[in-house]
């Protein structure tokens, strides 16, 4: 049996320990704000907070999620007022927006790490974020309207 | 006649709407129906989009049309509001169920707003006028001195005020007006046309609540993963499914029939693993161990058909279009320039991958999924099911992405099949690698230019052979050209003011399932062309957009059915939505103007290059600045758009879609590629597809708004896509000398 705490709140996990979390997350938990994109860490849309830091849950397997803390879209704030959250409705950032919560986890761990972001560290913390939509442009300007940079 | 009707509340709206509500429907014709009425007087009019008003003074508006990342959930709604004077923050917005009552739901061909803003506006004021009268009733006074003002029914003189809920009941037992007796609007007193109102999604996407088809859950559903023949066509032998079964979860494995040609949108076959969870279906077909037989197909190699179809440019093939005599031009030129081009198939990989819902119960189906056009999707499960249409309930959730994907529905049939077999709701999950390995691929095509110029430079003939194996070819197994509406796409309308013309098509077979993607035909044919013309600028040495603007004309509306060419216009009549040159130049100046094009010399790696094309009836201009470092690297620092796309109803939106379209476009120039060897494609998931990520992306895009209000709106989903690979490559050009002629960019070296 696994345990971990999902959204502060305490889980058990008993299926096939290789299970990646993100099946947890959509399929055991209804969590289903944590989108599946390509399965193989390659586009971002899974990405969730593990111990603080932003995690592909398509490629982690739950066998290493004993005694961890996740925290996914749904667990950011509850009423969607998270400072990132706010730029990003700001900005008017999504199109289709399938990717935009992962996106919104991923910016939210690099404010954490660099809480004024230059343009480089903005392509770099989120190129592992694919939106097909092509919303770069806002998805920047929303990280440094959220950072309190003039965009 | 009225195109504005009462409609009974029944079925599905009961659910919607709480009793006393005012339902109305517009009702408007597919192009066949329209084309039936010319003849047939009471041929039958489909409503097409409903408002309701609530005694709560909810205005419940229903969205027809499929949210795939346009905004047009909110768009239309907003058309509606608008002319019924309605609080926008006391709207509801509730998704239509696939119906053909509403209409074509068909989200595609950059349509939406072109279609439906009369239909809307027309709804929303005969709500207006039946509460007016409702009101006037009520005082008993004349509704001349009543007028709507903000969810109100105001009586002027007096200033006393009803609220729309407090007069829906009385206002459902008015006469239905005539359509002569409505008003509209001023665009002076709009409220929200042509300013726009935030996505009504945009707290649920952003809270990770919005509901995409992946995040659909029914009670006691199941999960299927379905292994299907890597070769289109291909027929299962034999299984052994042992090992899959035995995959904690997996509780069966399930076949589905292969498809009978031509293919359509019928699901492809193969055998489905059901499972308790997406995980385990997925583990469970990776454990399948077929034999296929896997028939003609096999054959398809993209190199050998590479190959053939640059064959086949070089050839005099069917001619299209025809002006003026292009041989004795050719045989007259002071200089003949000609070059050949070629664009590989594409994917379109939208970031949710096709999946879908069905619950097959007592010979009915409700499906739910993220598809671009439900009412196909009740056709293609009814015929799958064996079921009458009517049997089958869609209902559209938000689409992760569509691009033209969408509206094929296989994914739907697929589901609904299992759910029938398996006697259980069953969701069917496709992973990415499917999603990229069994799409309805964007056409590949090989393209032959030729132009004869006179002693100035001037062009004086034009020849451009295309060959593509045809979307027709999914439909029709028989299919080797290209169909009108193809064809018309940027390559027969060519707009250049050249005397002798003509444009060949040649024949080409598919191997795979060829579908429509994001501008379609546009982007091979304004790829060719918008390259071809900065060559021939090289070629009489003058500047690009100079010689652009020198080519296309005096200002003009070309008459393409005067000579001879069948061209359907995107739908739409050609005396409406002419093509006119003059708004073409407009968008070329525009851009060059704002761009700072007659400032910015090539130097140190960076240069711009131009490009301007009219499709899905709008008019757009681009000039993208690249930069190339020591290394071959290339970046895009900067876009800029002009744009004429008549009427602009929700500006954020539209900037948004170009943006995008800088993003898509930029995809094709510089990354995007799918192959093939025996049959089988050769691309899986986003290492070896790849798409733009945020540091290849335009570093900054500007869109440049025409105001055009004077014409009626045009698409802005798709035509910003069509002028950025040209741009992108003439720039390359002007950066380095190197021509690009081939797609994509990753495959050449630029130092």
Redesign the interface.
Known sequence: MIRLTVNGKSQQFE??PE??LL?YL???L???????????G??G?CTVHVNGEAMRSCSASMAGMAGKEIT???G??TD?KHPV?RA??EA?V????????GQ?MQAVALLKQKPQPTDRD??NA???????????????MAIKRAAGVTA | MNTVRLVDRRGFLVDVFSAGALILGTRAFSPAARAAQASVENATWHPNVFVGINPDGTVVLVAHRS?????IRTALPMVLADELDADWSRVRIEQAIGDAKYGSQNTDGSASIRDFYDSMREAGAMARFMLTQAAAQKWNVDATQCRAELHNIVHTPTGKKFGYGELATLALKQPEPRKDLLTFKKPEHFRYIGKGV??V???D????????G??V?VPGMV?ASVLRSPVLGGKLKSVDDKDARAV??VQQTVSIEPFKPPVGFQALGGIAVIAD????A?QGRKKLKPEWEFGEHAIFASDIYKKNLIEGSRKPQKVVRNVGDVDSAFANAAKVHEAEYYTPLLAH?????PVAVADFKDGKVETWAPTQNPQAVQETVAAALGIDKKNVICHVT??????GRKSKPDYVAEAALLSQKVGKPVKV?W???EDIGFDYYHSTAAMYLKAALDSSGKPTAWLHRSVFPPIGSTFSTSDRYGDEGEMAMGWTDLPFDIPNHRAENGPAEAHVRIGWLRSVANVYHAFAIQSFIDELAHEASRDSVEYWLAALGEPRKIDLPKQGVKYPNYSKPLEQYPIDTGRLRRVAELAAEKSGWANKKAGNGRALGFAAHRSFLSYVAAVVEVEIDAKGRLTIPRVDFAVDAGQIIHP?RVI??F??????GAGIALLGEITAADGRIQQS???NYQ?????E?????HVHLVTANEHPPTGVGEPGVPPIAPAICNAVFAATGKRIRELPLRNHRLV
């Not at chain 2, 992306?697 to 895009?701: G, H, K, Q």
Request: net charge negative.
């Open positions: 299926g096939d299970m990646p099946w959509r399929d055991s209804q969590l289903t704000g944590t989108k599946f994109g390509c399965g193989t390659l586009c849309a996914t879209i749904e950011l704030s969607g959250q990003w409705k008017n999504p199109q289709c927006g399938y990717c935009q919560t919104i903005i392509d989120m190129q592992g974020n694919i939106c097909r939509c092509g919303t770069y442009q806002r998805i920047r | 949210e795939m990342g346009t905004g935030p996505m999604d945009l707290n996407i952003c809270t990770g609540h919005g509901t995409y992946m995040d859950q999960y904690k979860g969870n997406t995980w385990s997925m990989a939208s970031m949710e991958p938000l689409l992760g992405g569509a691009f999950v992973s990415r690698e954020d948004a879609q943006e995008g379209a800088a993003v898509f998931n986003f290492h798409v733009p990520r945020i540091q992306a335009p570093r900054e895009t």
